[in-house]
């Protein structure tokens, strides 16, 4: 099972950013996904969960309102799409699956917000 996170970049704030995570190996459809992030000497931090069973989503405070996390079951990709990014947004951020036995993790795709 391998989870691959892309769309990360420099942007500055205020701006918009889409991160996509593909996925594979394993049908995603019964599964939460999630983004987690972790900035340079912090620790890492859960960002927002969409269920398998009906897509409820959670949202981390400090991102409520700015980020919407979105699945496509018949894709195999999970979603992030982040308005109104801030400084503090900066942070590589890591898709992720858990399972029954096991939890998935992505290599992460960074993004850093300047101000």
């Known amino acids: 099972v391998q989870l691959q996170a892309s769309g990360g970049g420099l942007v500055q704030t205020g701006d918009s950013l889409t991160l996509s995570c593909k996925v594979t190996?394993?049908?995603?459809?019964?599964?939460?996904l999630s983004w987690f992030r972790q900035a340079p000497g912090k620790q890492r931090e859960g960002v927002s969960t969409?269920?398998?069973?009906?897509?409820?989503?959670f949202y981390a405070e400090s991102v409520e309102g700015r980020f919407t996390i979105s699945r496509d079951n018949a894709k195999n990709m999970v979603y992030l799409q982040m308005n109104t990014l801030k400084p503090e947004d900066t942070a590589r951020y890591h898709c992720?699956?858990?399972?029954?036995?096991?939890?998935?993790w992505g290599q992460g795709t960074l993004v850093t917000v300047s101000s």
């Open positions: 992720n699956m858990r399972t029954a036995s096991n939890d998935y």
């Open positions: 969409v269920s398998s069973l009906d897509g409820s989503t």
């Open positions: 190996g394993l049908n995603l459809d019964y599964y939460a």
